[in-house]
């Protein structure tokens, strides 16, 4: 397989990750229309740190 395949497998695979996280943010949006806050593709930190201490 030659560097310019794999570069082109490889460009395909970012294109259609960030194709996927489109996909699930407007997912996300339309199921929480109307709404005050945006929605997040990611989740937020856990208030407390490993052990059970506060940041």
């Known amino acids: ?3 310019q ?3 082109q497998k ?3 695979k970012a294109k259609d990750e960030k ?3 489109e996909e699930e943010l407007e997912e996300g949006l ?3 229309f ?3 806050d ?3 593709v990611t989740h937020p930190p856990s208030p407390k740190q490993p052990g059970g ?3």
């Open 38 to 40: 945006p929605v997040s």
């Open 1 to 3: 397989m030659s560097n």
């Open 30 to 32: 339309e199921e929480t």
């Open 34 to 36: 109307p709404a005050s």
């Open 19 to 21: 194709q996927r996280l």
């Open 5 to 7: 395949d794999r570069s």
């Open 53 to 55: 201490k506060d940041k």
């Open 10 to 12: 490889t460009g395909k």
